[in-house]
């Protein structure tokens, strides 16, 4: 079975990811004999990573044909799949979002909040970023009606949603948090790969609701570890915690354990409400030494960490004496995306974590919501198991309260005006006053970057 | 058409409801002939309203058996109509929540939040009368299974809500907030009993969407009044408000209708974010010099008014030598419940403001939310419009953020636990630190009277 196809990859002048989408799709053999057109605004970014996958190809005898263009509507006329990884505007913009919201008062920006403080899931202030998916999505309906269009760019849980309620385009959004199942059963003792798991709930936000090894539950083992190993691992953690995302065990992730009656999972872990979050000196003591990926410490970790890996890439890119592959394992990464891709287009059924909108996948969430759940995907689409459940507390002190930012963002976006934006403030335990939210608003819509989003939230 | 019926009304000893229902069943021929079951916990309180009832009908040649029992169960046996209007444990005991909660920083109380500000709607501290609402409900389902719950006591929207997910009892939540509309046709000049209105939403969040008179829209003089005359009517106002309820045509209403788009009726205008209410001081600007019913000021005059009225209505009551008909109008009050149980008993069609499970007719909600909507009543039922439309920026960022509150408060009473305690206060712009949150919690749970509370929350 050989689908011969067209993808296109938005947003591919990001050589951190679209290295690893290149990667995937050569040790893919299914695959060969596809088209991939790259898409970016910046153009040498983009011609770096075309001759990167040409070379990589070609090292590997790979039969795939790449291309780059500026013009988006080129490259996703007649695809089969779009993939979407773009992100507007670059980390600077936000940064600067952000410190503009500090100096009023909101320790990490206006547009974190409970179950969202992913400093780069950009919702109440992704104006630009809902603006360029939804145009994506738009075009994919327009010139490549039968496309699948896979969204990897966050904010998954509010593109995915937008996407699915704006336009007929078949969407799923993609994120590979859920691997964080991974961590816990290590913590347990099993191999990764052996175990079983299940984790449902909003992308960012899910709950395992299923962890086995050979049938047998390992909910026991996560409080016997809780009882006898954590401290000891707390202990040795918060002495020699290097990498700010290792805390998927971390206090942070037990004690929503123990509030909420499920483990959470991957990114999850990065959420909670406020009393996480406060400040750095909570944060450290929830998240280790750096305060976890989301303080101000941990994010520039994060940033740099990024910038490095980001040009290390574009160098051996560049530098056509260096072997590619010698970089690059032997076998295609853990992300799911060019398995989906090859599910959807050779009809081989398999199970993944998807973003899909619920239409009766977990109870008590309504059907027009992207849930993140295992579905199996196939030529025939996407089938999703019905019924799941959740406790209600998630359902209601969490979950609900995070959709509930997701549509004030949606509506922001959708609509316009100025009320929403300050009732997002109302909600929230940094505010002080009024006049406070008032202000931090007007300073971020005077910011010359936010002249066409100021017009938008004109009041 | 002559309908002999079976009512109980429970928590009939408070004569300030209670004498109003029976005032408008003496004024209603076509129920003459049934018995109607007063019952209360309080025994004195009872047999006043006993005697008062006899008194009156007989005064009034209007044929009703009436008669008073502790036995709820024996009331609710093969009723037809049950109404309930019993609230749990008394002003006093709220007020003592409300004074701890301000000891720990939270104005107003902790039960207070975004378009939930009136004091005496109580929803997360509403233990014991969430309990005694679901109690009086499942009777109904065991003992008058066919029977009509009428929903009087608050709170309205999370009452109907729970009963109608947690029974299989029919059940309408009442108000008479809608009502409202007539001050506004009033402030424009015309007749209120001649315009037609639609005022849609949830109970006590509901929103202006129709109001004409002979079919002409009254909006754009709302506009022109708005424009021409709220200044010198607001200077007027703040000279002379008497009544902390006067607020229909306040600068918070007006303020409302800017920033969503649909003018606000009755109670809601008591609501929106904390913009409004953050102190006396805000909410004098708000609310005029009262600072409105929900202010510390506006509810002394409330609770003082309704002590007074109580007692003067006792008063009638214990002197036979007084004519009580002498007392209240030669017509039905305005209250729809009367002519509620009229429609259905003779199925007699007709157009009620009533609070019943969505299902269908307002766009953007889930169909078990109880929504407050003009509904035919009749012998067949509640048939709802279906497909009503509300604006975006209503629809999320108003009734979506109340929905919310209402799914924790349910989510609280029936699953315990303290960790949605804590959640709903870190929602809330008042909160500064976790451990206000935890000890404001400490403190309401430590009262002697929340010893059951405290058991049902205990973390």
Same mark, same amino acid.
């Given at each position: ?111 974190? &909040?409970?179950? *969202?403080?992913?400093?780069?899931? @950009?919702?109440?202030? $992704? =104006?630009?970023?809902?603006?360029? /998916? %939804? ?31 704006? &336009?007929?385009? *078949?969407?799923?959004?993609?994120? @590979?948090?859920?691997? $964080? =199942?991974?961590?816990?059963?290590? /913590? %347990? ?271």
């Amino acid at each position: 079975m050989v689908a011969k196809l067209k993808i296109a990859v938005i947003g591919a002048g990001s050589i951190a990811w679209s290295s690893k989408i290149i990667h995937d799709l050569l040790h893919t053999p299914t695959l060969f004999g596809s088209e991939v057109a790259l898409v970016d605004i910046d153009a040498r970014r983009l011609k770096l990573v075309e001759g990167f996958a040409r070379r990589y190809a070609s090292e590997l005898g790979a039969d795939y044909k790449f291309y780059s263009t500026a013009d988006r509507r080129e490259a996703v006329r007649d695809a089969d799949f779009v993939v979407n990884t773009a992100m507007y505007g670059g980390h600077g913009y936000y940064e600067k979002m952000r410190e503009v919201s500090e100096r009023h008062g909101y320790y990490r920006g206006v547009n974190s &909040t409970e179950w *969202n403080m992913v400093s780069d899931y @950009h919702t109440i202030w $992704g =104006y630009y970023q809902f603006k360029l /998916a %939804l145009e994506v999505a738009l075009d994919v309906e327009q010139y490549a009606p039968n496309a699948w269009l896979l969204q990897v760019a966050n904010p998954v849980f509010e593109l995915t949603t937008l996407i699915s309620r704006e &336009t007929r385009v *078949n969407v799923i959004g993609l994120c @590979h948090g859920h691997l $964080g =199942y991974k961590e816990i059963a290590r /913590a %347990l003792g099993y191999d990764p790969e052996k175990v079983e798991f299940e984790a449902i709930g909003f992308n960012h936000v899910i709950w395992l609701t299923k962890l086995t090894y050979a049938g047998r539950n390992l909910y026991p083992l996560i409080d016997e570890w809780i009882e006898r190993k954590a401290q000891e691992y707390w202990a040795r953690w918060r002495l020699t915690q290097r990498d700010p995302f290792d805390i998927q065990m971390s206090p942070a992730a037990v004690d929503m354990y123990r509030r909420y009656g499920l483990f959470p999972v991957g990114d999850t872990v990065r959420g909670g409400t406020w009393m996480y979050h406060r400040d750095l000196k909570t944060k450290q003591q929830w998240f280790g030494p750096t305060g976890g990926p989301d303080s101000e410490v941990g994010w520039m970790v994060y940033l740099a960490r990024h910038e490095w890996y980001s040009s290390l890439l574009e160098k051996i890119a560049s530098d056509p004496g260096v072997p590619i592959s010698s970089f690059f394992p032997q076998t295609r990464t853990d992300e799911s995306l060019v398995p989906i891709i090859n599910s959807i287009a050779n009809d081989q059924p398999a199970t993944y974590q998807v973003n899909v909108p619920n239409t009766g996948a977990i109870d008590g969430l309504p059907g027009d919501v992207a849930v993140e759940i295992p579905a199996e995907v196939s030529g025939k689409g996407v089938k999703r198991p019905q019924g799941l459940k959740l406790p209600g507390k998630i359902l209601k002190a969490v979950l609900w309260p995070r959709m509930l930012r997701m549509e004030m963002a949606l509506t922001a976006f959708l609509e316009g005006g100025r009320q929403i934006l300050i009732d997002w403030l109302m909600l929230d335990p940094r505010t002080k006053s009024e006049k406070q939210a008032e202000e931090v608003w007007d300073a971020i819509l005077s910011m010359p970057e936010n002249e066409e989003m100021a017009r938008h939230y004109r009041g």
